[in-house]
């Protein structure tokens, strides 16, 4: 079945240090790939995206992820977190067939929460 | 940059009533609409599109007459939940693209009561 998964629930790491979220998905061609994040009671904000070409992504705020196309992940990363990086974090992706009927429908995993620790 | 605005952002209702949500697109058209629920530390669950001038497709197991979505412009749809009970207590967040695109600009959301 097609599936995006975000295998951390929550993360917690220092100020300053670096950050990897994860997120694995599951479908038969590369989708388009996107990571969001969402402060408390808010909306959803676009960190990056992944059509194609170059597979190592700059997004906004010093986030970065990377297609692995082997592994089929899209993993965010930041060098050094900041205590205003705690939020809830979502990877989504549509299906690249969405053209032959697929819809533009974002799907999201079930996201990880960033607990910053001063 | 595309810009989303979802009103109101918090409501209060009592059990039984129609609550109404807007959500419009200030600066670009929005051919399709998005329509989410996000239940307290869980994530989005897709509810319905909806495409300008068309009825909204929902999703398996979203209850058509309990959401009525409305897109009868490409600046506006509105959600509205007929006869809310408690567990429609939720937050719902919208969602609009331009025709076919990728470019998914979200809503603040709105936090529903129903007491």
């Known amino acids: 079945a097609q599936s995006v998964t975000q295998p951390d629930i929550h993360i917690t790491v220092s100020e300053g240090a670096s950050l990897e979220l994860r997120c694995n998905y599951s479908?038969?061609?590369?989708?388009?790939l996107f990571w969001y994040v969402q402060s408390p009671g808010q909306g959803l904000q676009l960190l990056l995206k992944?059509?194609?070409?170059?597979?190592l992504v700059q997004g906004i705020k010093g986030f970065e992820a990377e297609f692995k196309r082997s592994q089929s992940s899209f993993n965010l990363r930041k060098p050094s977190v900041h205590w205003s990086d705690a939020a809830e974090y979502f990877c989504?992706?549509?299906?690249?067939?969405?053209?032959?009927?697929?819809?533009?429908?974002?799907?999201f995993g079930t996201g990880t929460q960033l607990k910053v620790e001063l | 940059g595309a810009v989303v605005s979802q009103h109101p952002s918090r409501v209060i209702c009592k059990s039984g009533t129609s609550v109404k949500i807007e959500c419009r697109s200030l600066d670009f058209q929005a051919t399709t609409m998005f329509w989410y629920r996000q239940f307290p530390k869980q994530s989005l669950m897709l509810m319905a599109t909806?495409?300008?001038?068309?009825?909204?497709?929902?999703e398996q197991g979203v209850e058509k007459d309990k959401f009525l979505i409305n897109h009868a412009s490409l600046t506006l749809s509105t959600l509205t939940v007929t006869s809310a009970h408690p567990e429609d207590s939720s937050f719902y967040i919208c969602?609009?693209?331009?025709?076919?695109?990728?470019?998914?600009?979200f809503g603040s959301g709105t936090r529903l009561t129903v007491v």
């Open positions: 992944y059509f194609s070409g170059d597979t």
């Open positions: 989504a992706v549509v299906p690249s067939s969405r053209l032959t009927g697929g819809g533009n429908k974002l799907t």
């Open positions: 479908y038969g061609a590369t989708p388009y």
């Open positions: 909806s495409n300008e001038g068309s009825k909204a497709t929902y």
């Open positions: 969602s609009a693209t331009r025709a076919g695109g990728l470019g998914y600009t």
